[in-house]
């Protein structure tokens, strides 16, 4: 089933075909507020929220546009928010993060992921207007007008903002220039 | 006599708080939307005019009044909007979480169903000063 | 890469003014290029550029490797240990619709004195010419409704939906979705016969 159609059986009130929904964009979306949070517990009470909130205002979804930009719409906004309330003591997981990515991917060499690393260090040092454009674009594949969308601003901002971002993202990974084969 | 009295003062009364329980509160932005460069938007409005900037070219847009009022099953609201405009706003019905209102302007005559507490109706057009004004209707 | 080097590629610094200023806008394109994102016409125009521009051409390369670089680091497969968020999305919408619709008001007003959107004069051009050509349209076909006749929409489940509109007889109304598609603002524009 599209996921239009499961859209309209929700609305009327049908509570399995939302469940399918979920189930269906709850591993992007949970990557996504991952990506932008850096914690996994925030990036699941933003995740859920998300889908809650999309519930509750699914009378105002459209249908013209597709669920899931509506729903990264919902979902960014609310990760911005977090990110923005944020202390900058809430812990990160990135050590465990570097025993997943071994574990999954046994073949990689040590400096694969010392470059990993360093390029989600960079990312997570933009900050989160510029963040989010990166994510959306490079992680996601969204198109400029998808992202702007997401966002809910023009264009153009969404072009500039990449243009920043991947300036300072140059600057920070500047040394992987050279020696990249 | 007395608990007589009463009870025909209840009576009477019973209608009018009814009515009053199908009283919807009714707010009215009017907003000015001009092309001036300075680009200026004033910050109450500031959610309404990001979507409205999408579509229109006005760069300028300022709230100049805000309305409030009420109707009822058989009491509509008339108000006047800067320029001497009349406006009212009658109850056709009520149901649950909607309401539908007929609005009735010099211009236009329009019936429209509103979620209560949520969205408004925004009727726009006639000239004003510089530029035009929008009227953003909406329920409570 | 030494600051001087990539300061110029990123400047894209040609001779005299007007060149500065072209290759800084050409600067901006080349993302959209190497996005994908850009028309046809601007397409030839920026490779046409290339040709003739070292410096560019070095950004441009330069932005491939930065954009193989993002997906090979973003290419983590994160996605493997997601939870399983149903149950609790259930709780919450359980629990009723959230209180922090107030707030979350507050700070859109806020951001939005912050914020100025600005509509680039092509921009606001396009948009003008557009609300002009469909006034234009609406005059020329006969699918404005006629004075004294009402016009009745087909409502749907979104919160604002125009039932029935009956311009006065010297006046045409058409009724508007803004372009923000999934929860547009419905707008009802009224237009003296006389006034365009």
Known sequence: MEDHQLVERSRAGDVAAFEELVKRHQGRAYAIAYRMLRNREDAQEVAQEAFARAYFRLAEFRGTAQFKTWLYRILVNLATDQLRRRRPEVPEEDAVLKQVSIGENPGENVERQELRQSITNAIEALPPDLKTVVLLREFEGLSYAEIARVIRRPVGTVMSRLFHARRRLQASLGVYWEGES | MKPLLLTIGLFLLLPISLAYAQAVPIEVQVIQASREPSGAVDPA???????????????????????????????????????????????????????????????????????????????????????????????? | MPDAVSRQAWECIGKGKANVIRHRRYQHSLNAYVDGELGPSERQRLEAHLVGCGECRIQLERLKELQGLLRQGLKNPIAEVAPVLWPGVRARIEDGRPAGQLTAWI?????????????????????????????????????????GKTVALKPGPAQVVVEAVEPEPDFGAMVLTTSDEDEGLQVIWVVARGEM
């Open chain 2, 45 to 140: 409005i500031g959610q309404l005019v990001r979507e409205l900037q999408r579509d229109f070219a006005y760069t300028n847009y300022r709230l100049l009044e805000v309305h409030k009022g009420q109707v009822s099953p058989q009491s509509p609201w008339r108000t006047v909007i800067a320029g001497g405009r009349d406006l009212s706003v009658a109850l056709v019905k009520v149901d649950g979480g909607r309401v539908e209102l007929h609005i009735t302007t010099p211009r236009v005559n329009t019936r429209v169903s509103l979620t209560r507490g949520g969205r408004p109706i925004l009727l726009g057009g006639p000239p004003h000063g510089s530029g035009v004004l929008i009227m953003a209707i909406s329920a409570r």
């Open chain 3, 107 to 147: 700070r859109q007003i806020w951001e939005a004195t912050w914020e100025r959107p600005r509509l680039s004069l092509a921009g606001a051009t396009v948009i003008s010419v557009l609300l002009l050509t469909t006034v234009y349209l609406l005059w020329e076909t006969p699918v404005g409704p006629p004075p």
